[in-house]
T-cell receptor, first 109, second 116 residues
Framework: AQRVTQPEKLLSVFKGAPVELKCNYSYSGSPELFWYVQYSRQRLQLLLRHISRESIKGFTADLNKGETSFHLKKPFAQEEDSAMYYCALKSGNTGKLIFGQGTTLQVKP | DTEVTQTPKHLVMGMTNKKSLKCEQHMGHRAMYWYKQKAKKPPELMFVYSYEKLSINESVPSRFSPECPNSSLLNLHLHALQPEDSALYLC???????????????FGSGTRLTVV
């Protein structure tokens, strides 16, 4: 079964602390994984694609096929990072994105 | 133009009404999607259009009727909805659906629908 699991509903950290948002997936083929962010009252935005290995707003994510994980990391959290973060898996050639349940990141001053 | 535009932003409709949601993109994307999102929940796929043809219907009730008049436009026709259909309806687009199209989606800001 194709599934994305984000085990934490809420992650609360202080400004300047490291952040790791966990994402595990279940997929039989070669996965295509994404992180999306939804700031309060704003549209869902693509943050990272595993294929590009880029760093956006200081966030990085590495695909670990052995552990079937795609955790999102940032060394020093900022208050403006507070948002809902979704990990998503693209299902084959259908275009379908399967979303995890999301993790709310709260960065306290 | 790098956006997906959805109208209206808010819609209140009665259970006997007929209304339509509209979605537009001018990025040359050939795949378009409708998602439904309830509060504090992830988006749930409803429909996928690829090259203006319906390719996925996730067992959505027939009171939701999608339409893709051309490659830039996607509509969702609503009829005889129930209060539990109240949600944020999101439109998205991507260059394509195949494995080579791993750019992710561009989402619109959504239509917040309330059924009374």
């Amino acid at each position: 079964a194709q599934r994305v699991t984000q085990p934490e509903k809420l992650l609360s950290v202080f400004k300047g602390a490291p952040v790791e948002l966990k994402c595990n997936y279940s997929y039989s083929g070669s996965p295509e994984l994404f992180w999306y962010v939804q700031y309060s009252r704003q549209r869902l935005q693509l943050l990272l694609r595993h294929i590009s290995r880029e760093s956006i707003k200081g966030f990085t994510a590495d695909l670990n096929k052995g552990e079937t994980s795609f955790h999102l990391k940032k060394p020093f959290a900022q208050e403006e990072d507070s948002a809902m973060y979704y990990c998503a898996l693209k299902s084959g050639n259908t275009g379908k994105l399967i979303f995890g349940q999301g993790t709310t990141l709260q960065v306290k001053p | 133009d790098t956006e997906v535009t959805q109208t209206p932003k808010h819609l209140v409709m009665g259970m006997t009404n007929k209304k339509s949601l509209k979605c537009e993109q001018h990025m040359g994307h050939r795949a378009m999607y409708w998602y439904k999102q309830k509060a504090k929940k992830p988006p749930e796929l409803m429909f996928v259009y690829s090259y203006e043809k319906l390719s996925i219907n996730e067992s959505v009730p027939s009171r939701f009727s999608p339409e893709c008049p051309n490659s830039s436009l996607l509509n969702l026709h609503l009829h005889a909805l129930q209060p539990e259909d109240s949600a944020l309806y999101l439109c998205a687009s991507s260059p394509g659906t195949g494995a080579s199209y791993n750019y992710g989606y561009t989402f619109g800001s959504g239509t917040r629908l309330t059924v009374v």
